[in-house]
């Protein structure tokens, strides 16, 4: 299956689609995760990308097509998480999809509204040296600051601090709802609200796609 899961920034779409992932056994795309770690790794990308994701603004549509085509025909199946942010991006996916003879199954978009996903956000944390994500309100550090795995640092990422939340909110209502009226357009979308537990989120999710108590996609 190809599924593109949509949402806006603290939609869960990460969380969400990891446990997906997990539980099908499909290869998990997260352009954030994938463009985190280009900046970790210092590459030419990720000193690029990081300049854009500090201020909470988008990396360019063509150094993000180019990670993402790489990994698009996985026999798998692909679970799209954070693209296509733009219609252009849309365009460029459904070509890539169109050459491969693997169209998209499903776009399941995850919606919350405004205040609760400003409250989401505003206590999202990452250890910045193994990566671990923390909830400052629902599973914070046992150590205030430090990561209960490597004792590295918990911080609450640029891009998730208030200006940058705000910014992020812009960017999405401009570039990136115009992707649910182009998939909606043809009929391609299915509707979730993402609010609740993750047991009850993932729980919609997988109906959404046809999956079984599982997660696995049914035939």
């Known amino acids: ?18 446990r997906l992932a997990e539980s099908t056994g499909m290869n998990h795309l997260s352009t954030g ?3 985190r770690g280009e ?3 210092g590459t030419e ?3 690029l990308a990081k300049s854009y994701m500090d201020r909470g603004d988008l990396v360019p549509d063509s150094n993000i097509i180019s990670m993402i085509q790489i990994h698009i025909g ?7 998480d954070g693209f296509p ?29 405004t205040d609760e996903l400003i409250r989401r956000l505003s206590s999202r944390a990452l250890c910045t040296d193994c990566q671990t994500p923390y909830n400052l309100e629902s ?38 709802e115009p992707v649910l009226h182009y998939y909606r357009s043809r009929g391609d979308v299915v509707e979730i609200d ?25 035939n």
């Open 1 to 18: 299956m190809r599924i593109v899961l949509l949402g806006p920034p603290g939609a869960g779409k990460g969380t969400q689609a990891r």
């Open 33 to 35: 995760d994938m463009l």
């Open 39 to 41: 900046v970790a790794s």
């Open 45 to 47: 990308l990720g000193l």
């Open 74 to 80: 996985d026999p798998a199946g692909v679970l799209l």
């Open 85 to 113: 942010r733009t219609v252009v991006q849309a365009e460029a996916l459904d070509e890539a999809l169109k050459q491969a003879g693997t169209p998209i199954d499903k776009v399941v978009h995850m919606s919350v509204d």
């Open 139 to 176: 599973s914070p550090p046992a150590v205030p600051g430090k990561c209960d795995r490597c004792g590295g640092a918990v911080v609450v990422r640029d891009d998730d601090k208030p200006e940058a939340v705000s910014n992020r909110m812009n960017v999405y209502r401009q570039l990136t």
């Open 194 to 218: 993402a609010i609740g537990t993750p047991d009850e989120v993932f729980a919609k999710l997988s109906q959404s796609i046809g999956a079984g108590n599982s997660g696995r996609p049914s």
